[in-house]
């Protein structure tokens, strides 16, 4: 069994928007993306979605629709001189021809400020349409002055019954698909195809094509694709990670930790960790909500955290996966409270109220006031029984604000919740 030279994700690439599968909340009648397309109306915009959710596709099916002249860049292989060309270019055809240029670039958030800067008047005067494609939240990934000029539109990952139904057609389609060769999928075989490519069209055409041409190499007449041979074929992508994807799991893996579910905590850590993410990067998160989620309901749970970076940091993996699972599972277990977070937000809301509230008197610097009755009034707790004595220490203007307020959590309840002269024992 011989392949053919393309690819094929892309024989199969759709040539109308009725062959398009997906993407149901932009595409069908009465949404505003496919409204401009039945009026081959163009316009800058930004497809932001997971790899294989057909962002290429589309562009070029608006490209082509608008009768437009397509041109293509990689936001990793491209710059400023390739910029320019295509800016050169598509004035002379809108000049002399009256065809508008649709300038596609792909992983556009890989493009620097100053190169995204080097678009704007581009697309500002309408010299091209830019449609750009990224993985990563462009609210985030591409500068304000670019994001203003264009509409974000994004396309979520495929289901499986979408996915289905391309890779149907593609093994029936005798022209440009697999629909030449007599080939049967078992039962596993085409559920471990469909769910193992992950909503990636792509990587499930590709995988499909491998498995056939895998399953011929065994098989006479009737090429027979048994589930081994789909997740061979699918094993190659495994490590692959999805840039899109990461920040969902890491998602998931603090959702968890909030959650007290130490089990998935642990699933999303080691699948990230398999996936090649640094593991320094949950780590990080695992040390925040130590305080965020935990704090002083378990004050344990941070110095949890901060070992098991330290041991990552020393030791490195795989040996320092032992010492973090340790400390998600503390982290996890432990008794959960936010009061410190809370604290902080309302300590940030008083300093909008009285961004310049002055100092009491009796607080100040007494190295700086030679007059010591500025300083007369102030009263050194140590001086006092319980090494404390009540005396106000926030700006007038503040009155009785109470910012940190202890729950009755683990061994934050051991935290007197009344002023003044609150205090812990974590001793006890």
């Not at 690439?13 to 505003?32: M, N």
């Not at 019954?161 to 629909?179: I, K, N, P, W, Y």
């Not at 902080?344 to 100092?359: D, Q, Y």
Request: hydrophobic share 40%; with cysteine; charged share 25%.
């Amino acid at each position: 069994m011989e392949l053919s030279g393309i690819p094929l994700p892309e024989r199969m690439r759709p040539e109308t928007l009725d062959d398009f599968v997906g993407q149901e909340h932009l595409l069908k009648q009465g949404k505003l993306l496919r409204k401009l397309y039945d009026a081959r109306r163009l316009v800058s915009c930004v497809l932001w979605g997971p790899p294989g959710t057909g962002k290429t596709t589309l562009a070029k099916l608006i490209a082509t629709h608008a009768e437009a002249h397509f041109v293509e860049l990689s936001a990793v292989a491209s710059g400023a001189k390739e910029l320019r060309e295509v800016f050169q270019t598509a004035a002379e055809e809108k000049r002399l021809y009256g065809m508008p240029t649709v300038l596609f670039v792909d992983e556009i958030h890989r493009y620097t400020k100053t190169q995204q800067d080097l678009l704007l008047p581009a697309v500002e005067r309408g010299v091209i349409y830019l449609v750009g494609s990224t993985t990563e939240n462009p609210r985030i990934s591409l500068t304000r002055a670019l994001l203003s000029r264009l509409q974000v539109w994004e396309l979520y990952r495929l289901s499986e019954s979408d996915v289905e139904q391309a890779l149907t057609r593609a093994l029936h389609d005798g022209d440009l698909g697999l629909g030449k060769w007599q080939v049967q999928f078992d039962e596993d075989a085409w559920s471990t195809l469909v769910k193992g490519s992950g909503g990636d069209l792509r990587k499930a055409m590709n995988a499909m094509e491998w498995s056939i041409v895998h399953a011929a190499e065994e098989s006479s007449a009737i090429v027979t694709v048994s589930a081994s041979h789909v997740e061979e074929a699918l094993e190659g992508a495994l490590g692959q990670f999805d840039e899109s994807i990461y920040y969902d799991q890491l998602s998931a893996f603090c959702k968890s930790l909030r959650g007290s579910d130490s089990d998935a905590a642990l699933y999303w850590f080691m699948r990230m960790v398999q996936e090649g993410v640094d593991p320094r990067i949950p780590v990080r998160r695992l040390m925040v909500h130590a305080s965020e989620d935990v704090g002083l309901a378990s004050p344990q749970a941070l110095v949890q955290a901060v070992s098991a970076m330290n041991v990552l940091e020393s030791v490195g993996l795989p040996e320092a996966r032992i010492p973090i699972a340790q400390a998600i599972i503390f982290v996890c277990e432990s008794p959960k409270s936010n009061s410190v977070v809370q604290a902080l937000g309302r300590v940030e809301e008083a300093l909008r109220r009285f961004p310049h509230a002055p100092v009491p008197p009796h607080l100040d610097d007494r190295h700086f006031y030679k007059d010591e009755h500025e300083n007369a009034n102030y009263l050194y707790p140590h001086d006092f029984p319980g090494h404390f004595i009540d005396q106000r220490y926030l700006p007038y203007e503040l009155g009785d604000s109470v910012f940190y307020e202890p729950t009755e959590q683990g061994a934050e309840a051991r935290i007197h919740p009344k002023r003044p002269g609150r205090h812990m024992n974590f001793n006890k």
